[in-house]
């Protein structure tokens, strides 16, 4: 259970937070008498605030996502959406709010808006810039993240700069990380704007396509590192349950 969080401040909670003086006007029954009975004066005993945490989601919806090496494994889309969704029952599940970046600006609380999420997360197509926020929240982004850099680089200096801590998920296919195909083959790309490319022979390209992807990986992992944030990647034909335990364990408070 991911229950409450402390604020580092007195405050409604059942965690001890300090003993302080007692002034005019605090209730008698707020007096620790143990305490007092240790010096000559009365002190009253705080509990530390806690309040539920908001977790901010974001699922990348590009023609990029949607696609898939082959028909025994799931569209990219597929994948991000069932974990954004698992992710966020465990976290109704345990007292936590849970809202989409870029979407309409409400948190969804209870173990029946997971409902609610899945609905609003079908009609979630923008960018994840959001500036309403609050302080505590955290944020976890699902993607392939192949865009350039920069543009990546831009959207977590925004909700970093908001004092969000977060999370990026790459999404991959299994066969954008090996470059399986061999011989003469036609690359059609999946945005309007880009050209098709001709291969005359794949595998002689596959050591420098390796050799790019991890230095984009490299890339997106200092984005991270240098927000404070944490970075890991999936592949659609892994089991999603090792991926949705170590985001629940990055989310796990400390």
Request: aromatic share 8%; proline share 6%; net charge positive.
């Amino acid at each position: 259970m991911q229950g409450v969080h402390g604020r580092r401040r007195a405050g409604q909670g059942d965690a001890f937070w300090q003993f302080r003086p007692y002034l005019a006007g605090d209730a008698t029954s707020r007096i620790d008498w143990r305490q007092s009975a240790k010096s000559d004066r009365l002190f009253v005993r705080e509990t530390e605030w806690e309040a539920a945490q908001t977790v901010a989601l974001w699922r990348e919806a590009g023609p990029t996502m949607r696609w898939r090496g082959g028909p025994d494994r799931p569209e990219k889309r597929e994948r991000a959406d069932l974990l954004l969704l698992a992710l966020a029952s465990l976290l109704l599940r345990g007292g936590e709010r849970v809202r989409l970046l870029g979407g309409a600006r409400r948190a969804f609380a209870g173990r029946g808006a997971l409902a609610a999420t899945a609905e609003a997360l079908a009609r979630h197509v923008t960018p994840p810039a959001d500036e309403s926020l609050p302080r505590h929240a955290r944020a976890v982004l699902f993607g392939d993240f192949l865009a350039p850099l920069p543009e990546i680089q831009a959207a977590v200096a925004t909700l970093a700069a908001l004092g969000v801590r977060g999370h990026l998920l790459q999404i991959l296919d299994p066969a954008e990380e090996t470059l399986p195909y061999t011989g003469r083959v036609r690359f059609e790309g999946l945005q309007q704007a880009e050209q098709p490319l001709l291969l005359p022979r794949v595998e002689g390209v596959r050591a420098l396509y390796a050799e790019r992807l991890a230095a984009h990986r490299a890339g997106l992992a200092a984005i991270a590192g240098a927000a404070g944030w944490t970075f890991a990647t999936h592949r659609t034909d892994a089991p999603p349950e090792a991926a949705l335990l170590a985001l629940w364990q990055a989310l796990a408070p400390g």
